[in-house]
């Protein structure tokens, strides 16, 4: 599922989208309240993928040289 999220053309990435995660689910008999409990459970972990990933890709804060 991760490749099947939106990447954009200046860098970043979108949240999995909900059609790719029905669609798996539906792949792995995931149904009903399970599905519920899935999607809430993996919408945690792609929020935090999305969180890890804009930190990791911030630019370095600019140095400073100390004012005399």
Same mark, same amino acid.
């Given at each position: 599922m991760?490749?099947?999220r939106f990447y954009g053309a200046m860098g970043g990435e979108g949240?999995?989208?909900y059609m =790719?995660?029905?669609t798996y689910a539906d792949d792995h008999g995931i149904s009903?309240?399970?599905f519920?409990?899935?999607?809430a459970f993996l919408k945690i972990l792609d929020d935090a993928w999305l969180?890890? =990933?804009?930190k990791?890709?911030?630019p370095p804060p600019e140095s400073v040289p100390?004012?005399?």
């Open positions: 991760r490749f099947d949240p999995i989208p =790719v995660i029905r009903g309240d399970d519920k409990l899935f999607r969180l890890h =990933v804009a990791r890709d911030r100390p004012s005399s």
